[in-house]
């Protein structure tokens, strides 16, 4: 489980020793209410389209994921083999809930779900994904994305 | 992905993210995040619970309505229990006592190929059920990846059969799409599917091909280049099922 109290002292150990960075300042966007706003997911699960690049070690890119995807031609090449991927094989939203945000924009709960959505790789040091997320943002905006899901794996 | 989440308002987006170690996200203090009790690779809780992740995706969207921050909830529920939850999984073909009779590589091997095509018949059972896999990057079938592993094993090191990539990443990729093939077969056998941990205690306790790949990760320990040694130590068999092997 994802409770450090639940797992094996190795493995606890190794998780408080990933790289953890802290920032002095606090960005803050307020957000419009959820029936008004388009959503984008980013994951860090390294999943990309079949046949895209697969991720190797030290990636620190991204993948594109067209919304109309469909389910058989997304895969995943995230490089660590100490998570859980018997879920995602039985069920893509386990860790990439894309039916669930088109679910919620067709009851009208949000506003709308974007075209684009992404994926990084996880076992990167986050710092070293910094130029490639901000240059994300300019495409997101482009694509009238108004907030981001982001999901670990 | 708490700094991803800095990084993307500090451009001008808000953000709300899914929390798996709490403790990092206390660290890194994003914006917005819903913290769940749910096993690495599962953020959404279990597979082919609809209403559930939508519970979980709800949560983590509603801090988006936080008039100020940082927010980090704790997402109230576990996963919910299911009948199978902690119980061993029960595969109809028998690997383990295969397994316990092996006493040269040349065995195993014959043993992997006899138990992968096996599990062969589960996966197309699997793949025409679900009309997906997972299975792929590699680009490998299941009968190369066979021979890509058996051929490394019997001491083969100058060619990968995948374009463009290296023979550790080969491996690497071909380890993770033999692992897909045989868990999408496997949860697609009738009766109960085991939770994560059931599905990885049969992989790694009761699978020749576990086996096979621990065999390779002990080559690649015994290999001086650096993606060998990267392999060996940490990309082909997980920490938790390690013990197995030693």
């Known amino acids: 489980m994802a409770r450090l109290d639940r797992m094996p002292e190795d493995e606890r150990k190794h998780i408080l020793a990933l790289p953890c960075p802290a920032f002095d300042s606090a960005p803050w966007v307020n957000s419009q209410p959820l029936t008004n706003i388009r959503i984008a997911l980013i994951t860090t699960a390294g999943l990309h389209r079949r046949g895209d690049v697969p991720f190797g070690v030290g990636a620190a890119d991204y993948r594109v994921i067209p919304a109309g995807i469909p389910a058989n031609e997304l895969v995943m090449s995230h490089i660590s083999t100490n998570f859980d991927r018997s879920g995602f094989q039985q069920d893509w939203n386990v860790v990439f809930p894309l039916d669930r945000l088109r679910e919620l924009a067709e009851e009208k709960i949000i506003g709308s779900v974007a075209g684009y959505h992404y994926s990084f790789m996880g076992a990167t040091d986050p710092v070293k994904m910094e130029r490639a997320a901000r240059g994300l943002a300019g495409i997101l905006k482009n694509d009238r994305v108004d907030a981001v899901l982001l999901v670990p794996v | ?246």
Not at chain 2, 181 to 197: F, H, K, R, W
């Open chain 2, 1 to 246: 992905m708490g700094a991803l989440s800095h990084y993307l308002e500090e451009e001008g987006l808000a953000t709300t993210q899914i929390s798996l170690v709490r403790e990092h996200t206390e660290h890194i203090k994003p914006p917005r995040a819903l913290w769940v009790p749910f096993g690495l690779g599962r953020p959404f809780g279990p597979p082919n619970d609809a209403s559930f992740q939508t519970r979980v995706v709800v949560s983590a969207l509603k801090l988006l309505e936080a008039a100020e921050g940082p927010v980090l909830v704790d997402f109230p529920d576990d996963e919910p229990e299911s009948a199978s939850q902690n119980t061993p999984v029960v595969c109809p073909v028998n690997f383990a006592s295969a397994i316990a009779e092996m006493t040269t590589i040349d065995l195993v091997l014959e043993a992997f190929k006899s138990e992968a095509a096996n599990m062969n018949g589960w996966y197309e059972i699997a793949l025409s059920i679900r009309g997906r896999t997972t299975a792929g990057v590699s680009c490998l079938s299941l009968n190369e990846i066979v021979g890509f592993f058996a051929s490394f094993i019997s001491g083969a090191r100058d060619t990968c059969p995948i374009t463009g990539v290296t023979i550790a990443s080969g491996i690497r990729m071909a380890a993770e799409d033999l692992k897909a093939i045989y868990c999408e077969g496997l949860t697609a056998q009738p009766g109960e599917v085991g939770d994560s941990t059931a599905i990885a205690n049969w992989f790694w306790g009761e699978t020749v091909a576990a086996q096979v790949i621990n065999a390779i990760r002990e080559i690649c320990l015994g290999l001086p280049a650096n993606d060998f040694q990267l392999l060996g130590k940490l990309l082909l068999v997980p920490r938790n099922q390690l013990h197995r092997f030693q």
